[in-house]
């Protein structure tokens, strides 16, 4: 299939795990993709600074914004620096990619832009304070861009997946001292989601097949938010 012929799509935090899989999907289905991290995978990007993300989040047609970073404590047990550095990748990160891609995007006639929120910006998760908030906070700007842009042909979706077994989230098991055994346990489908079946979903969205869908909130998570 070549669903993106013809489209230039801007994927953050794409050096692993769901932005490394739709960076590839993406590719695969006729993309010009910038596949942009911290890390430098094509382009370096620091999604908390406004002048990086002006420089990169232009001339697209996709936007998929999964840069983020997690945290593993309860509110005490949260230090300002912390909660302060959460939100600066995962909502001012998201914000700042939606608001240097969207005059690009009305420019070339229209775009779709897709979030990657989480299961956690729906249900409180134990010793994810910071990490809710954020989420949550991801999923209001997609509603509130979506309304904004309609007229602007310009979608705005996002995805929130449960657990998913990558990098990330094995780093994550690591500092709270979980277990990927644990976590598997809690999911009704008794398996961890895969970066790939999380890139599927983006890659619709991001689609003329999903011409009709803006503002909505696909909930990919095994059953976990379910049961």
């Known amino acids: 299939m070549t669903r ?3 489209k230039r799509a801007l994927v953050t935090g794409a050096g692993s795990g769901i932005g490394a899989a739709a960076a590839r999907l ?6 010009e993709v910038v596949a942009a991290d ?3 995978t094509d382009v370096h990007l620091d999604v908390r600074e406004e ?3 002006a420089a990169v989040a232009r001339d697209v047609d ?3 914004n999964v840069a983020g970073i997690g945290s593993t404590t309860n509110a005490p047990g949260t230090s300002l620096d912390v909660w302060e550095d959460v939100f600066a990748v995962n909502a001012r990160g998201t914000f700042l990619c939606c608001k240097h891609a969207i005059p690009s995007m009305i420019a070339r006639g229209g ?3 897709v979030n990657i929120a989480s299961v956690a910006a729906l249900v409180g998760l134990r010793n994810r304070a910071a990490y809710c908030a954020s989420k949550g906070a991801v999923v209001s700007l997609t509603r509130a861009l979506a309304v904004d842009h309609v007229n602007d042909r310009i979608r705005v979706n996002a995805v929130c997946p449960g657990t998913v077994d990558s990098p990330w989230v094995r780093r994550l098991v690591e500092e ?7 976590l598997t346990a809690r999911q009704p489908l008794g398996r961890l989601g895969t970066p790939e079946e999380i890139a599927e979903a983006i890659a ?3 689609s003329d097949a999903a011409s009709f869908v803006t503002g909505s909130v696909v909930v990919i998570d095994g059953g976990l938010t379910a049961a």
Do not use: K, M, P
């Not at 993406?26 to 993309?31: C, K, P, Q, R, S």
């Not at 709270?176 to 644990?182: A, F, I, K, N």
């Open 38 to 40: 911290l890390a430098g």
């Open 176 to 182: 709270s001292g979980e277990s990927l055994d644990d």
């Open 204 to 206: 619709y969205l991001a």
């Open 51 to 53: 002048a990086e993300v």
């Open 4 to 6: 993106f012929a013809g």
């Open 62 to 64: 996709v936007l998929v």
């Open 111 to 113: 775009g779709s832009i």
């Open 26 to 31: 993406l590719a695969a289905e006729g993309a």
